[in-house]
C-alpha cells in the first residue's frame, strides 16, 4: 500500500520514499507499515494470510489517525460488493489489489467484534509463530476458513450505516 504514498516494508526493512511530508497521514502509514515488519520478524513461516497481514496493518493505521470501524460510505460499498452476482474474495496469498485493502480491514473487524480483541491478536501471534491456518482458526475462532467466511458474509449484510 505504502510504496506509492510514502512507504513500504519490504525484506525487513521499511522503505520511506524521498520527500514524504511528516504529518498525521504519514504518521498512520508508518504504523502500517511498523505492523508489517512486526509481522514479518515474528513469522517463522508465511502462515498469515495476506488479507489478515494488510487488514492488521489498516487497523494500526486507522486507530493511528483516531479512527475506528467502517466509514459510512465504506459499509455501503462493502454491502454492494456483496450482493453483487460475484462476491468478492479475501485474498489469502499474494499481493492485495488495491480495493480489497478496505475488506481486509473490515474482515479483522468483523473478528474483532464476533469473537473480541484479544483473540484477535492471540490468532495473529500464533499464525506469526508457525501454527497452520485452520488450527489456528480452530483454536481460535472455533470455526474453519469456509465458517468464518460466511459469518463473515452474513456480518457484511448487516452493517448499518
Same mark, same amino acid.
Given at each position: !500500500? %505504502? +510504496?506509492?504514498?510514502?512507504?513500504?516494508?519490504? =525484506? %525487513?526493512?521499511?522503505?520511506?520514499? %524521498? @520527500?514524504?511530508?511528516?504529518? &498525521?497521514?504519514?504518521?498512520?502509514?508508518?504504523?502500517?507499515? !511498523?505492523?508489517?515488519?512486526?509481522? &514479518?520478524?515474528?513469522?517463522?513461516?508465511?502462515?498469515? *494470510? /495476506?488479507?489478515? #497481514?494488510?487488514?492488521?496493518?489498516?487497523?494500526?493505521?486507522?486507530?493511528?489517525?483516531?479512527?475506528? @470501524?467502517?466509514?459510512? /460510505?465504506?459499509? !455501503?460499498?462493502?454491502?454492494?460488493?456483496?450482493? +453483487? =452476482?460475484?462476491?468478492? +474474495?479475501?485474498?489469502?496469498? @499474494?499481493?492485495? *489489489?488495491?480495493?480489497?485493502?478496505?475488506?481486509?480491514?473490515?474482515?479483522?473487524?468483523?473478528?474483532?467484534?464476533?469473537? %473480541?480483541?484479544?483473540?484477535?491478536?492471540?490468532?495473529?501471534?500464533?499464525? =506469526? #509463530?508457525?501454527? *497452520?491456518?485452520?488450527?489456528?482458526?480452530?483454536?481460535?475462532? @472455533?470455526?474453519?476458513?469456509?465458517?468464518?467466511?460466511?459469518?463473515?458474509?452474513?456480518?457484511?449484510?448487516?452493517?448499518?450505516?
Amino acid at each position: !500500500m %505504502g +510504496q506509492r504514498y510514502g512507504a513500504h516494508h519490504r =525484506s %525487513g526493512r521499511i522503505h520511506v520514499n %524521498g @520527500g514524504a511530508r511528516i504529518n &498525521a497521514y504519514f504518521r498512520a502509514l508508518m504504523h502500517h507499515e !511498523m505492523t508489517h515488519a512486526v509481522l &514479518a520478524h515474528r513469522r517463522r513461516n508465511k502462515n498469515i *494470510p /495476506t488479507w489478515l #497481514n494488510e487488514g492488521i496493518a489498516e487497523w494500526f493505521d486507522y486507530k493511528a489517525r483516531d479512527e475506528h @470501524g467502517l466509514s459510512s /460510505t465504506n459499509k !455501503m460499498l462493502l454491502r454492494n460488493a456483496f450482493n +453483487q =452476482s460475484k462476491r468478492p +474474495q479475501l485474498t489469502w496469498k @499474494g499481493w492485495l *489489489p488495491r480495493n480489497d485493502y478496505i475488506l481486509s480491514y473490515a474482515a479483522v473487524l468483523f473478528i474483532e467484534d464476533k469473537f %473480541g480483541r484479544d483473540t484477535l491478536w492471540a490468532l495473529a501471534r500464533d499464525l =506469526s #509463530n508457525g501454527e *497452520p491456518l485452520q488450527a489456528a482458526f480452530k483454536s481460535h475462532l @472455533g470455526v474453519d476458513r469456509e465458517d468464518l467466511l460466511k459469518g463473515f458474509r452474513r456480518w457484511i449484510g448487516n452493517l448499518r450505516n
